[in-house]
């Protein structure tokens, strides 16, 4: 029908003026025979400098003869072969994709080639905005101590930085790519860097500075700081996890040695046994100038274990803390009192006539029993001790002297049998 | 006064039927050994009409079209492409582009040929 082809033909003539893209039909001489406005706005030449004109000869100053005859030499081919070809080329500071098809006749005889042009300048501009973006990222993240990584939520590694790398294994970054832990790591490795990370793709809460002893590939441990975040994509749907550890081995062991270091007990607030040590001797040396002498106790208390396992360790503590409540009462503000450790306590006092062994211990005793008439607990608090006498004329040391309580102190347990 | 024909192919036998059948029906002929031959002839003499073939080494059916029309000789010199070429869009390029008379495809009927010619030439 008349009508219709008249109407194909304004409905190509239409589209044609109206894409963006730029469209060429060359013939088999590669001889511009149709082109479109947008082709003359890529290429930058008038239609009327481009149709009948060979393609190759139309380029040549644009691209260099090298680049027009290889450009041509690809047409022929796309006319030889009839497969698709693509290429790109910068005319005029632009970047333009170039696309080649053989354009066909009814019968299927390839007859040219169809050329479609786009100006790719801003979509690789802004791919390689992009790529240094990430660069930049890549480059932050491989140099950071601390060790990163992201996960997909089948927990399987799609980032790692250097860092990470170099702690648990000699496999580069790029290689755990797609692997999860159980894939990387032995299984009882795999499952404690794994855990949590189903709970914080579950719930999308981070989960923040989780303290986590680590052996290394190396066999060495270290002491992480861990957080884990949800990753989301752009519609804000939890696509997978970031963790960041901070090694904290370093500080871990400088609070260990200064927990050494310290003389107090962090429970109780007494003494602890090297403060306990350093001040008794100091105080023994007095008394030996002063020609005085003094009195150590030495007790544990009974049964920490059976309320350790009983009620907890929560409770043994308060249990601790309360047999040190009593001890302070009973001393004086001169008297030297510690934790020696565990349920081990000692006293040092200066002999007074007030406070001879049998008076200081049966003070302690009826402390003691006033804390548990109380009544506010499911058990009673019960303290063997005893006792050591420093002698000035014959001085001994602080240990000969814990000894001498010690087996005072086992003596009373066997009589309580 | 008879019409006279520039005949512009790179096949000598060709070159010599055509020639043979133009004058047989009186027509004064002319003829040139491929395209640049043929831009030569029609610097130095006029013609009615040219019978040109595309695919001639160094400068073709195509080229010598261009150089006509860039030497705004396009219109006052009719043309007819005789070309093995007969695919639609060297076709769309001949008569639409660069604006000739006829397009025959080769081989070509004798009748048919004299015909056209005679059309041209009124």
């Given at each position: 029908m008349p009508g219709e082809n008249s109407f194909q033909l304004r409905y190509y003539e239409s589209v044609m003026d109206s894409i963006l893209s730029g469209t060429l039909a060359l013939n088999s001489e590669l001889v511009i025979a149709s082109m479109n406005p947008a082709a003359e706005h890529i290429l930058g030449f008038k239609?009327?400098?481009c149709i009948g004109f060979p393609l190759q000869r139309l380029l040549d100053p644009v691209l260099g003869s090298d680049g027009a005859q290889r450009l041509a030499a690809g047409l022929k081919a796309v006319l030889r072969d009839r497969f698709a070809l693509s290429h790109e080329l910068v005319i005029a500071n632009r970047i333009i994709e170039l696309k080649a098809s053989p354009l066909v006749d009814s019968q299927e005889a390839v007859m040219g080639v169809v050329l479609v042009l786009e100006d790719i300048t801003e979509r690789k501009q802004a791919e390689a905005a992009l790529a240094e973006e990430r660069n930049l990222l890549r480059t932050l993240i491989d140099n950071l101590p601390d060790f990163v990584y992201a996960k997909d939520t089948q927990g399987r590694y799609v980032l790692k930085n250097l860092a990470d790398g170099r702690l648990m294994d000699a496999a580069s970054p790029a290689e755990v790519g797609g692997k999860t832990d159980y894939d990387c790591y032995p299984p009882e490795v795999a499952a404690r860097f794994a855990a949590g990370d189903p709970a914080v793709i579950r719930s999308g809460q981070p989960l923040i500075d989780q303290e986590e002893l680590i052996t290394t590939a190396t066999g060495s441990q270290r002491w992480l700081l861990t957080t884990?975040?949800?990753?989301?994509d752009h519609q804000g749907q939890i696509v997978g996890l970031v963790g960041i550890c901070h090694d904290i081995t370093e500080r871990k062991a400088a609070e260990e040695m200064l927990r050494n270091l310290s003389l107090t007990d962090d429970l109780t607030g007494l003494y602890n046994r090297r403060g306990f040590l350093a001040l008794a001797e100091q105080q023994l040396k007095l008394a030996r100038r002063m020609k005085q002498?003094?009195?150590?106790?030495?007790?544990?208390?009974?049964k920490v274990k059976t309320i350790n396992d009983t009620w907890g360790h929560p409770q043994g503590d308060l249990a601790i803390i309360e047999i040190a409540t009593v001890l302070k009462e009973t001393s004086r503000e001169?008297?030297?009192?510690?934790?020696?450790?565990?349920?081990?306590f000692a006293v040092l006092a200066l002999e007074a006539p007030e406070s001879s062994a049998q008076t200081m211990v049966t003070r302690l005793m009826e402390n003691l029993e006033a804390h548990n008439a109380r009544g506010d607990r499911y058990y009673k608090l019960t303290f063997s001790v005893g006792s050591a006498r420093y002698d000035p004329e014959a001085p001994c040391s602080v240990t000969d002297l814990i000894k001498q309580a010690d087996s005072s102190m086992y003596q009373q347990k066997q009589g309580k049998i | 006064m008879p019409k006279r024909i520039l005949i512009v192919d790179d096949e000598q036998e060709l070159l010599d039927v055509i020639q043979l059948i133009l004058n047989g029906n009186g027509y004064e002929t002319l003829t040139a050994y491929g395209g640049a031959e043929c831009l030569n002839v029609l610097a130095q003499q006029t013609v009615d009409l040219v019978i040109?073939?595309?695919?001639m080494?160094?400068?073709?059916?195509?080229?010598?079209?261009?150089?006509?029309?860039?030497?705004?000789k396009a219109d006052a010199i009719p043309v007819m492409l005789l070309t093995a070429k007969a695919q639609p869009i060297d076709r769309m390029l001949g008569l639409k582009v660069f604006g000739v008379r006829e397009y025959v495809t080769k081989p070509f009927n004798v009748n048919d040929l004299v015909e056209k010619v005679a059309q041209i030439l009124g």
């Open positions: 239609m009327q400098e884990k975040a949800p990753w989301r002498s003094a009195l150590l106790l030495f007790g544990d208390m009974d001169s008297d030297i009192v510690a934790r020696l450790g565990g349920d081990e | 040109l073939d595309i695919m080494p160094e400068v073709d059916g195509w080229e010598v079209l261009r150089q006509l029309k860039s030497q705004g």
